[in-house]
C-alpha cells in the first residue's frame, strides 16, 4: 500500500484559496489518489478522486503531475466551515473491496 | 440524497458487557464496512463485508467482535465483552460497488466503556 506523507496542518484566510499536498512516491499503476474531508465527531466524508491530470467537482480540483509521486487538492474560496481534517489517500481502484487506510491527515483551520 | 444512518449516537456501557451497534447502510449498496476512531487518533479499519460474509477484517476485528446482516437493510457490529480499550468512535460505511467506489459513511455512535 502507498504511504502518503501531508502536512500535519495548515491555517488559512477566508475567501483564499487552499492547496493541500499530499506526497505518495510508492504509488502503483493501478491506484488512485482519493481526498476525504473528516469534520469534529463526524464521519469522513468522501471529497474527490482521481488517476491523473486534473478533476474537478462542485468542492474542489485535485491536481495530479504527470510521474503521479504527489497529489494536490485545491479548495477554492474558503469560509470558515471548512474547518476540518483532509486525508489523502493512495491506493483504491475501480475494481476490488479495498479497506480505506487513514493516516493522520492535515488539519485545516480557516480564520476569519 | 441518501445516507448512512447509524444508532445509537452514544453507548454507554460497563467493561465486559455486550454492545451492539446498529446501522443501515444506502439501500443499493453492496458493500459495508465498519471502522473505529479513538479519540485524538486515526480512522481505522475493522471489517469489510460483502455477499453476507465478512472479506477482509484488521488485527483488531478479534473473538470479540462479529458483524451481521440480519435483514435487508441492517448492519450491526457486535463486541461480546467490551474493553475500556474499546470506548472510541464506530463508523459504518457502504459502497455500490462496480465503478463506484467512493464509501459513504454514517455520522458514528460514540462509544465509551466504563
Known amino acids: 500500500l502507498a504511504k502518503t506523507t501531508q502536512p500535519i496542518s495548515m491555517d488559512s484566510y477566508e475567501g483564499q484559496e487552499v492547496n493541500i499536498t499530499c506526497s505518495h512516491n510508492?504509488?502503483?499503476?493501478?491506484?488512485?489518489i482519493t481526498w476525504y474531508q473528516q469534520f469534529p465527531s463526524q464521519g469522513p466524508r468522501f471529497i474527490i478522486q482521481g488517476y491523473k491530470t486534473k478533476v474537478t467537482n462542485e468542492v474542489a480540483s485535485l491536481f495530479i503531475p504527470a510521474d503521479r509521486k504527489s497529489s494536490t487538492l485545491s479548495l477554492p474560496r474558503v469560509s470558515l466551515s471548512d474547518t476540518a481534517v483532509y486525508y489523502c489517500?493512495?491506493?483504491?481502484?475501480?475494481?476490488?473491496?479495498?479497506?480505506?487506510?487513514f493516516g493522520t491527515g492535515t488539519r485545516l483551520t480557516i480564520i476569519p | 440524497e441518501p445516507e448512512v444512518t447509524q444508532t445509537p449516537s452514544h453507548q454507554v456501557t460497563q467493561m465486559g458487557q455486550e454492545v451492539i451497534l446498529r446501522c443501515v447502510p444506502i439501500s443499493n449498496h453492496l458493500y459495508f464496512y465498519w471502522y473505529r476512531q479513538i479519540l485524538g487518533q486515526k480512522v481505522e479499519f475493522l471489517v469489510s463485508f460483502y455477499n453476507n460474509e465478512i472479506s477482509e477484517k484488521s488485527e483488531i476485528f478479534d473473538d470479540q467482535f462479529s458483524v451481521e446482516r440480519p435483514d435487508g437493510s441492517n448492519f450491526t457490529l457486535k463486541i461480546r465483552s467490551t474493553k475500556l480499550e474499546d470506548s472510541a468512535m464506530y463508523f459504518c460505511?457502504?459502497?455500490?460497488?462496480?465503478?463506484?467506489?467512493?464509501?459513504?459513511f454514517g455520522p458514528g455512535t460514540r462509544l465509551t466503556v466504563l
Open positions: 489517500l493512495v491506493g483504491l481502484s475501480n475494481f476490488g473491496n479495498e479497506k480505506l487506510t
Open positions: 510508492n504509488i502503483a499503476t493501478n491506484d488512485y
Open positions: 460505511a457502504s459502497r455500490q460497488g462496480g465503478p463506484y467506489n467512493e464509501q459513504f
